[in-house]
């Protein structure tokens, strides 16, 4: 039976749990007792492993200072007052200071111009303290995503959207110098749950350059037999149910039901939606692409919302910073420079 060892090895959990995380915590019970439909044994923890993960950076952190007297460093441009962004942005900078980086940020009113934006793009570019540059999308109308992204310094890209370093990505016998953070992370997710993806089929929802595009690349990579849906595909649905691996990025909230899951294929969902939930605190909850409930009933293995891909983007992004300060320090030569 397909992906059974992941029935016998059960839940996908990090080896080693804080002490912090074990103590029971009432909110913590709140949200078991809502989720009790769905065995813990099938749920990926994404929070637990990006925990890990950050856990491993700090580490490295600690030698790279000692060793090299080089403190790694991250840069996040803001554009605007968008809560979510400022949310996001809030979390990046917090997750710095937790592992040890350095971040500086530059906080621009949303009538920016795009000069400007570039000007503080090329400062950092500059700026040997920085080794990771970050320009939290979406941007205003008025400024092209295109010619800002491309202005970033491909050494300093962490977030991998620059096209040289998306095009490595499509080519074999290439590599990028950084891969974009939530499809890395989603590679991690299934790489750290032991799920085999070589001669495995993909099905990847969603055809973003951010998510989907890069995602069925990392899958190819990998040997997996990828299948991409989008909006203008006839009967997704039919083509999805046949995938041992789903990644669903179509941004739509809970499209992905459990009629679309081949029983024991596992499921990673990528999707944060607000939906309408009087019950909950701010009268909205999160909601991932999937319709976790049907899906979850299906799959041998599926990632929550919250807590499942979205921390690990947030731990990606460290991981890339990580990568590039260690090339500062080693002196590593890239191609074109
Ligand atoms: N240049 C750029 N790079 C990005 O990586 C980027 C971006 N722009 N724009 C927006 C998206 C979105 N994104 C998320 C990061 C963390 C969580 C995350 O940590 N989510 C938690 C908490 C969710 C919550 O409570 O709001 C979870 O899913 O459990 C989610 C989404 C990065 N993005």
């Avoid at 962004?85 to 009113?109: H, I, M, N, Q």
């Avoid at 989603?186 to 350059?209: F, H, T």
């Avoid at 293995?301 to 979205?310: A, D, H, K, Q, S």
Wanted: glycine fraction near 8%; aromatic fraction near 2%.
């Amino acid at each position: 039976m397909a992906l059974s060892c992941h029935r016998q090895t059960g839940a996908c959990r990090p080896a080693a749990r804080s002490s912090r995380r074990a103590a029971p915590r009432p909110s913590t019970a709140v949200v078991a007792a809502t989720a009790s439909a769905v065995p813990a044994s099938k749920l990926i923890d994404g929070k637990g492993i990006a925990e890990t993960i950050r856990s491993e950076i700090a580490k490295e952190v600690a030698v790279m200072k000692q060793q090299h007297g080089l403190t790694p460093g991250l840069a996040v441009v803001l554009v605007g007052s968008r809560k979510d962004s400022e949310t996001y942005v809030r979390s990046k900078k917090k997750a710095c200071a937790e592992v040890g980086f350095d971040s500086y940020g530059s906080d621009l009113p949303a009538d920016v111009s795009e000069e400007e934006v570039l000007k503080v793009v090329e400062a950092y570019n500059a700026d040997p303290r920085v080794h990771g540059i970050l320009v939290q999308l979406p941007l205003p109308k008025h400024i092209s995503e295109k010619r800002i992204l491309d202005a970033i310094s491909i050494e300093k890209d962490v977030d991998g959207f620059h096209p040289l370093n998306i095009g490595s990505l499509a080519m074999r016998g290439r590599d990028p110098l950084f891969v974009p953070c939530t499809p890395k992370g989603c590679i991690e997710l299934l790489e750290r749950c032991k799920v085999p993806i070589s001669g495995r089929k993909a099905c990847v929802i969603g055809r973003s350059n951010i998510v989907g595009m890069p995602a069925a690349l990392l899958l190819q990579r990998r040997d997996a037999t990828v299948t991409m849906v989008h909006s203008k595909t006839p009967d997704g649905q039919r083509i999805c149910a046949e995938a041992d691996i789903v990644i669903a990025a179509c941004g739509v909230a809970e499209m992905v039901t459990g009629d679309w899951i081949k029983p024991g294929a596992v499921v990673i969902d990528v999707g944060i939606n607000a939906k309408d939930d009087p019950t909950a605190k701010k009268g909205y909850r999160l909601v991932g692409d999937v319709e976790f409930e049907s899906a979850a009933a299906k799959a041998s293995l599926i990632t929550p919302v919250p807590g499942g891909v979205g921390p690990m983007t947030i731990a990606m992004l460290l991981q890339n910073t990580l990568e590039s300060a260690r090339r500062a320090v080693t002196g590593e030569k890239v191609a074109g420079h």
